[in-house]
């Protein structure tokens, strides 16, 4: 079915891995229905045209050198909806535990005695995309999981609001039928992680890192108090949050 | 009641003949604990367990379940605000098959007994009903562990609610009959001896051993608990737990009488089809009371925390007729920060005295 008023989407990537572009890529059993829906504009990854006439703009990565500001704010100009697609843009993920350290021992431990010569690899604190933008829906996690992505499409191609989890990894823990990660002599901070996982690491026998970001409102005291009692510092604890955590935990102070 | 005597080498036969005819659920070990799961061999079995994590509710009210598929015939389809369009294809989904429920402990009967009454209440609940109906249960004698507190609210043995309960007696099992469907079942697949009086003796003897073993307890009457509840509104017990709760939802999640559901749909990537289904939901979530606009009737977690200790203690009382906390004590195993639903009660019960 030809449809003229089929909506445009694009996709953009900033400082990540594009693992999360490359799970909605492989969303293959649905790809054909999704494509009669709506015209791919632009997606690097996955095609060679280049238009600016999106309306919905999902956006992956974090920004972390200043010409990203700019093309943040000027795909937020262009497009009525953006989506921050998974953990880098949406919390500012992996790429915030730079952030702690000076720039200049970030480049040497990455890049060695290379790291003074080349320029470009001057970059600013990484962040997610809101600390820049504003940002209308989250698909969270590291990578998002193909069925969220699927959902938030689906309910802005009908116009609903997407139902993003506001529950901690436990619900879903619960429901998988797992043990608890702390009963196996384990911690982890699934317990005010944003749920909509299915628990998938601690069901692999994993802990959660809270790849997805805090629950809206969620209790960290009792949690560092939890920590404490099943051996961890203060510091341990609150170190748990790193990973993922780092600009909730830190913002830009530590640069 | 009727008794059969059960040597112990016969209980693998007894569900080598069940497999044959059902999809068995009972205790299996997972990672060193006891879970619910697929029997597919007497040898999964384990049978002597302490509780386990969820109950068995899981197998009559799953996790997730779908309700009903739709189809919209019309074109252009999407489901529009308006409503359905044309040619709209909707099917109930009740999908339900022959299953035991193989060692379950006289709370979680209590609790599937409560369970029957909440989902045949008003509108009847198909897929529950057609589930429970399909469903034989078969018990096991217990031991307490240091959470276990049924002793305190009557649920330590069951007369009914159950096809077949096993009391280990040593050297084999007396089968108490408790159905029809039960003695059936008992006869077409294994070979029962009558049961002694001496044996029945053994039943009464390891309910009294069992009775001296409790640790945890409610320090007051079962029958009085609705009454403590009702006065105990504006305790500041309420504030003191709510402090130190994540609200994560696991008290509500392992409890075998909570059966609060979120119902969710999800339609497919051509945006013509989809399927309404509904999921576990729990009351300590923060967006549980949540309502169109943003507004939460239970704002806090000390708030939440109250409602669902009153939904087990009062609420449902006044409704059902039978406290719904069974004393199965799952919700203080998996509590993080140690909320202890025995101890805030006990709590509650010294405040209440200190009242009157």
Redesign the interface.
């Known amino acids: 079915m030809k449809?003229k008023q089929k909506p445009k989407i694009a996709f953009f990537s900033f400082t990540c891995c594009e693992g999360c572009q490359l799970q909605a890529l492989s969303?293959e059993d649905?790809l054909p229905?999704?494509l009669?829906?709506v015209d791919i504009v632009n997606f690097r990854e996955a095609i060679d045209e280049k238009r600016d006439d999106y309306e919905i703009a999902f956006i992956e990565g974090s920004v972390s050198r200043t010409q990203e500001i700019e093309e943040v704010k000027k795909i937020r100009e262009k497009a009525k909806i953006v989506v921050a697609l998974g953990a880098c843009s949406s919390t500012g993920g992996l790429n915030c535990l730079k952030n702690r350290f000076p720039m200049e021992e970030v480049k040497k431990i990455v890049y060695g005695d290379k790291a003074k010569k080349y320029k470009h690899l001057d970059t600013i604190p990484a962040r997610p995309i809101d600390a820049v933008i504003p940002v209308d829906y989250y698909i969270h996690g590291c990578p998002i999981t193909k069925s969220e992505f699927?959902?938030v499409l689906?309910s802005l191609?009908?116009?609903k609001k997407p139902?993003i989890p506001?529950?901690?990894v436990?619900?879903d823990c619960?429901?998988a039928?797992n043990?608890?990660v702390?009963?196996?002599g384990m911690t982890c901070v699934g317990?005010?992680t944003r749920a909509g996982c299915s628990a998938i690491c601690i069901t692999y026998g994993c802990i959660c890192w809270g790849c997805r970001g805090l629950?809206?409102?969620?209790?960290i005291e009792?949690?560092e108090?939890?920590l404490k009692r099943y051996g961890l510092t203060a510091e341990g604890a609150l170190s748990k949050f790193d990973l993922y955590g780092g600009w909730e935990r830190h913002g830009e102070k530590k640069q | 009641m009727e008794y059969r005597t059960l040597p112990k080498k016969r209980i693998a036969s007894f569900v080598t003949g069940l497999l044959k005819e059902f999809k068995v659920y009972g205790p299996v070990k997972k990672d060193g604990f006891p879970m619910y799961g697929e029997i597919t061999s007497p040898k999964d079995l384990y049978l002597l367990h302490t509780p386990t994590h969820l109950s068995p509710k899981q197998y009559l009210f799953p996790q997730k379940e779908t309700l009903l598929r739709f189809k919209s015939g019309a074109n252009p389809p999407p489901l529009s605000p308006s409503g359905g369009g044309q040619g709209e294809d909707i099917a109930p989904v009740v999908e339900a098959e022959n299953q035991v429920l193989f060692g379950v402990h006289s709370c979680d009967i209590h609790a599937l007994r409560l369970l029957d009454r909440v989902f045949a209440y008003g509108p009847p609940d198909a897929n529950y009903l057609r589930r429970r109906e399909k469903t034989a249960i078969i018990g096991v004698d217990c031991m307490p562990d240091k959470y276990c507190f049924c002793k305190s609210v009557n649920t330590t043995t069951a007369d009914s609610g159950f096809d077949l309960f096993l009391h280990d007696i040593g050297s084999g099992f007396i089968v108490e009959i408790g159905t029809q469907k039960g003695k059936a079942l008992l006869h077409k697949h294994t070979k029962s001896k009558k049961t002694t009086a001496k044996e029945i003796r053994k039943i009464v003897e390891f309910k009294n051993k069992k009775a001296e073993l409790f640790v945890a307890k409610i320090n007051a009457e079962a029958s009085t608990l609705p009454l403590i509840y009702s006065g105990s509104y504006f305790s500041p017990v309420w504030e003191k737990i709510g402090k130190i709760c994540y609200g994560c939802g696991s008290c509500n999640h392992v409890c075998p009488t909570c059966y609060c559901f979120d119902v969710r749909d999800e339609i497919k990537a051509n945006l013509t089809e989809g399927e309404r289904y509904r999921v576990w939901d729990a009351c300590l979530l923060e967006d549980f009371a949540k309502v169109a606009g943003g507004h939460s009737f239970r704002k806090t977690r000390a708030e939440r925390l109250r409602h669902r200790f009153n939904r087990k203690f009062q609420y449902q009382v006044d409704k059902f007729g039978g406290l719904f906390c069974v004393g199965c004590g799952r919700c203080i195993r998996t509590c993080l920060v140690n909320i202890n639903i025995a101890e805030v009660t006990n709590e509650l019960i010294e405040e209440s005295n200190r009242r009157r």
């Open positions: 449809n969303c649905e229905d999704v009669s829906l699927l959902h689906k191609l009908l116009g139902e506001n529950y901690p436990c619900v619960k429901l039928g043990i608890c702390f009963e196996k317990t005010v629950i809206d409102n969620p209790n009792a949690h108090e939890t």
